[in-house]
Every structure is written in C-alpha cells, then in structure tokens.
C-alpha cells in the first residue's frame, strides 16, 4: 500500500511538472529555444523565463496571465512581427521585462500597459519598429527602463504617455528614425539621459517637458542628426534661445558639408537648406490631441497556447474570465486524472 502511495504521488509529481519541447525546466526556472509558437504550456509555478531564438508573429495580449508566480522573463535572439496590447497584463508578481537581440516590428497601443510592479524595463542590441500611441502606458513604478544599443524606425506621439516616477529612464547609442511630436507625453522621471543616439528626423518640442521642468534632471549628450529642415525648430532663434544649452553637446552627423561642424551651436541656420524660412520666424508646434481608452479588462483572455488574437484593443464581448482556457482545462484535466489514478490505487 504505502509503495503504491509513493508512485501515485510521483506520478502526480511528474504529470503536474509541464516542461514543453525544446526547454529546460528546473525549480521554476524555464529556458526555451527555436521557439515558433507562443505563448508556451507551461507550469504555472514557473519564476524566470529566457526564451532564445523565437520566430514569431505575435506575443498575444494577457500572454502571460496564467503565469502568476513569473518574476522576470527574457527574449533573445528573436523575431516578433507585434506586441499586442494588453500583452503583459494580470502579472502580479514580474519584476523584469528584457529584449536582448530582438527584432519587434511593431509595439502596439497598451502593450506595456498594468505592469504595476515591473521595476527594470530593457530592450538591448534590438530592433523596433513602429511604436504606436501609449505602447508604454502608466508604468508608476520602474526603477529602470533602458534602451540600448538599439534601432528604432518610429515614436508616434504618446508612445511614451503618462509614465510616472521611473527612477532612471536612459536611451543610449541607438539609430532613430522618426521621432513624432510629443512621443515622451507626461512622463516624470528622476533622471531622463539620452546619450549618443543617432537621429534622422525629430519633430519639434520632442523633450519640451523635460527641458523645461526643474525638477527633472535631463541630460542630452554625444547625440547626432541629420541638419535639414527637420530640425529648423532646433537652430531657430527661438530654439537657440531654449535648447541654447544643448547645442554645444550635440552635432551633425549628415549631410557631408556639415559633418565638420564642431556642434550644433556651430551650425547657422542658412545652412540647413530651408527654403523661404529665416532665422526669426516662429514656428508652430502643435501635438495631436491623445485620448486614451485602455480596454484590457474588458477583453478575454489568450495566455494559453491557443490563443492566436494578435491583441487589438477592440472589445470581442467575450467573457473576460475565460482567460487562458486551455492552460486551466490542460492544468485541471492532468489534476482529475492523476487523482483519479492516486485514489484507484489506493483502493486497490
């Protein structure tokens, strides 16, 4: 009697512990390669996740919603054509979100949106592509969110809005393409540095809050760009008036005439091509008008394996708490029947 015990509960034991193909498994650490679908089946007392190589097209929303005990989970080397919203939603107990070697073709609306514990946000020698309005959406309590080493093709207005208290908030070395007109939209940090980025096109009045708020330390140096008329807000007489105490901290590294120039406080504005425009004139500078309407609460769930919603924001009016159905089903059907199996023996 007392062996068949034994064996019911190292059968339970073994059933309950999920370790999918192509991962590792041990004491709640799980690490996984060549991954094509996503999200994976995995046991829900898994703490730390690293996932290598992944070729996929979505991380869906709520994509770890079943995972209540994951404190840090890592991506490296690999392709995600969409974060959905809503993706990281309902994960009471992260710390850590990383993207190390990754390219991510678009961040949507509310991706990174309920995370109200995360502290350290990294994307590292990555690749982003469009980030939509509020993809970074009331992150309260980050200590660290960094961007590094990095290229990133567009920041649309609000990408970064209503980001509170971030203890250090630092993009450094990165190639960005289009940087929109408020993209940092109500963000307060301790300290803001943007170091060594290369710019091709930024609108005007990107870091006005910053630059203009006492309170925050920003820093903004070893920076390039392209000196065309995208920048004309920059060396105008009125961006030299407020931006006057960047200029000798930052320079050109295009066109080849201007590639020369010591810095920015060098640069005359006659020299950046801008045609029927003088020096004087003011230019105006207008955000749009951003509302956001985050609806993860409303939406179901897809954080198991079947899921295959790419996470729009738009209400389905299914039940919300139907969340991950085939993660709780596989999880309660391998429980009854290991049951079943540890009483049957018991009997016998």
């Known amino acids: 009697m007392i062996f068949k015990i034994i064996m019911a509960m190292s059968l339970w034991a073994t059933v309950n512990s999920i370790c999918p193909k192509d991962c590792y498994c041990s004491e709640g650490m799980v690490e996984c390669s060549l991954v094509m679908e996503f999200p994976l089946n995995l046991n829900p007392d898994t703490t730390k996740l ?8 979505a991380i869906p929303r709520n994509a770890f919603s079943y995972l209540p005990r994951l404190q840090e989970v890592e991506f490296v080397q690999g392709n995600v054509r969409e974060i959905a919203g809503c993706a990281f939603m309902d994960m009471p107990s992260i710390d850590t979100i990383k993207f190390e070697k990754t390219n991510i073709a ?4 509310y991706a990174f949106f309920g995370l109200d514990n995360v502290t350290n946000i ?4 990555s690749k982003l592509g469009y980030l939509e309005s509020f993809a970074f959406y009331q992150l309260n309590n980050v200590v660290t969110f960094n961007v590094l080493y990095s290229a990133i093709d567009y920041l649309s207005a609000g990408s970064f809005y209503d980001v509170q208290s ?23 940090t301790e300290n803001f540095h943007v170091m060594t980025n290369t710019f091709w096109n930024m609108d005007c009045g ?40 960047f200029m000798g901290n930052n320079k050109c590294h295009g066109p080849s005439s201007l590639k020369t120039k010591v810095s920015l406080k060098d ?9 029927r425009r003088t020096a004087d004139q003011t230019l105006e500078c ?11 609460k409303d939406l179901p769930g897809h954080g198991g394996p079947s899921g295959s919603d790419s996470g729009s924001d738009q209400a389905t009016g299914s039940d919300p ?7 709780k089903n596989s999880h309660g059907t391998i429980m009854l029947a290991t049951l079943t199996l540890v009483l049957y023996n018991l009997r016998s």
């Open 122 to 125: 990294v994307f590292a020698n």
């Open 166 to 188: 971030v203890s250090v908030l630092l993009f450094s070395n990165n190639n960005i393409s289009d940087v929109i007109t408020g993209a940092f939209s109500d963000v307060t």
């Open 267 to 275: 640069v005359a504005f006659n020299e950046l091509g801008c045609k």
């Open 50 to 57: 690293k996932i290598a190589q992944m070729n996929i097209g």
């Open 206 to 245: 990107v870091f006005n809050g910053m630059n203009q708020s006492s309170s925050v330390p920003f820093e903004f140096i070893g920076n390039t760009f392209y000196c065309n008329c995208s920048i004309e807000w920059l060396l105008n007489d009125e961006g030299k008036s407020q931006y006057g105490k």
């Open 106 to 109: 678009r961040i949507n609306s």
């Open 321 to 327: 708490s139907n969340e991950a159905p085939s993660i």
């Open 286 to 296: 207008s955000m749009e008008t951003l509302v956001p309407k985050p609806r993860c």
